[in-house]
């Protein structure tokens, strides 16, 4: 039967209370924050949508696994049960733990970057990107041309484009070229999806010049739902094998398991090559610890073993992508301009269309994570000029191409009522500008 609600598929165990405040209070919380949502002490946000990493609610299997935790330095259980996880999950070989997505990256782009390297991605994420430019290599976003309009439908607006992948490759040299990285979902782009038919493009063009073929796979699961869902020929794949399919494509990945891992911290870079997974075993040593921890407790790598394969459960995934969907749309029907389809994390808001009145150089993304803060106590973050403007000589402002406010929206931790709360607050912020336009 089919019901018109999509439930949270779990029942609530444990509460967290959250604090209600006054919009008086919170105007003076902003002020010593300096307008900043990152200095808000979170006791003072009622929803915090600032970002959807870290912030899962774990289940009970997950709490129950965690006492399990083998805490050894060498050989721990709980390292061999996730390993065999994520071999299970990846086709991978080789596993290397890290405390976060971030800390693989350093590894892996820090090893095969370095001066005249150059990184292709349709969209590298602002750590990938640092931690390329950080090890004196370049970054290049190649997005498909649809990402750049913003209300255009595309079912996998997330897909690199190819044909420029391999002009570049041949411009630059295939010996040149550090990796190509696929980021699925495409969080900086929207959250938007990629096609298994891209990544299969990616991965002949990588093979045919003998480039290494990267996932930064953190919402990997979330991408699944996609393909099953709006991709010809994978209507009967189960999430997960859509997930291993993609996997067998690439060459290794790069994953924050505190999105797709369903945990508040962790992550693992997962590598089919021998000679570069010692390398990069060397550099985990160095700063994240030894090859059966690398900076996670034995009871964290329980929880993500847990996670890993939750995170592909049918009911999880659809309410999943159905509630991001539902506050999306409920606010384009509102007339609330923003990045078409809805991604799968995160509703990406255009500032600059809701707030056309206010200069790019008085940052209208930071207006409204203000005005959200300040009218319902809701916490979100700019991804505009703010958070990627440049300024010239003279101090002048060279603004980001995008002015956008993200709503990421953390797994399995808010209701129906804390969405529909929010649908509210932006009606308010929509009356106020109507009136203010009058
Ligand atoms: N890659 C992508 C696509 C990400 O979204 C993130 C983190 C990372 C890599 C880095 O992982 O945080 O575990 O070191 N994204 C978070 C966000 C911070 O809010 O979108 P990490």
């Not at 189960?238 to 508040?264: P, T």
């Not at 010692?278 to 550099?283: G, K, Q, R």
Request: include cysteine; aromatic fraction near 10%; proline fraction near 4%.
């Amino acid at each position: 039967m089919n019901f018109r609600t999509i439930i949270e598929p779990f029942k609530i165990k444990s509460v967290e209370p959250i604090s209600v405040t006054t919009e008086d209070q919170r105007t003076h919380f902003l002020e010593e924050a300096f307008y900043n949502p990152f200095k808000l002490k979170s006791e003072h946000v009622l929803i915090d949508l600032l970002t959807d990493s870290g912030t899962s609610a774990m289940s009970s299997k997950q709490w129950s696994a965690m006492l399990d935790g083998d805490e050894a330095y060498a050989g721990s259980k709980s390292w061999l049960r996730m390993e065999s996880e994520i071999k299970d999950l990846t086709g991978f070989e080789h596993i290397l733990p890290t405390h976060q997505g971030r800390a693989g990256e350093r590894i892996l782009y820090g090893y095969l970057g370095g001066k005249g390297k150059v990184f292709i991605s349709n969209t590298h994420f602002d750590t990938t990107r640092a931690n390329i430019e950080f090890s004196g290599a370049e970054a290049i976003d190649i997005p498909i041309e649809e990402s750049q309009h913003p209300l255009l439908y595309h079912p996998f607006k997330g897909d690199m484009d190819f044909l420029k992948l391999e002009q570049l490759i041949k411009e630059r040299g295939a010996e040149n070229i550090g990796a190509v990285i696929l980021t699925v979902t495409n969080n900086s782009g929207g959250g938007q999806p990629v096609s298994m038919h891209n990544a299969e493009r990616v991965s002949e063009i990588c093979k045919q010049h003998n480039v290494l073929f990267i996932l930064d796979c953190c919402r990997i699961a979330e991408n699944a739902y996609y393909i099953q869902h709006r991709e010809a020929g994978f209507e009967n794949v189960s999430y997960r094998e859509i997930a291993q399919k993609m996997f067998a494509l690439s060459d290794g990945c790069v994953m924050s398991a505190k999105k797709d891992g369903l945990v508040n911290m962790g992550g693992f870079l997962a590598l089919k090559d021998q000679a570069l997974s010692d390398a990069c075993t060397n550099l985990l040593i160095i700063t994240e610890g030894f090859v059966t921890y690398g900076g996670l407790s034995g009871r964290d790598m329980e929880a993500m073993a847990v996670g890993l394969r939750e995170v592909f459960d049918p009911d999880y995934l659809r309410y999943r992508i159905r509630s991001t969907e539902y506050l999306g749309e409920k606010l384009f029907k509102m007339g609330v301009p923003l990045i078409w389809p809805i991604g799968g994390h995160a509703v990406y808001i255009d500032a600059k269309s809701l707030y056309s009145h206010i200069p790019v150089d008085q940052y209208p993304g930071q207006a409204l994570v203000c005005e959200l803060y300040l009218k319902g106590g809701i916490r979100s973050v700019e991804i505009g000029s703010v958070m990627f403007g440049k300024y010239d000589d003279n101090g002048k402002l060279i603004p980001a191409p995008n002015k956008l406010v993200r709503l990421a929206i953390p797994r399995r931790v808010y209701t129906q009522s804390h969405i529909e709360y929010v649908i509210e607050v932006f009606e308010k912020i929509l009356e106020k500008r109507i009136q203010q336009e009058d």
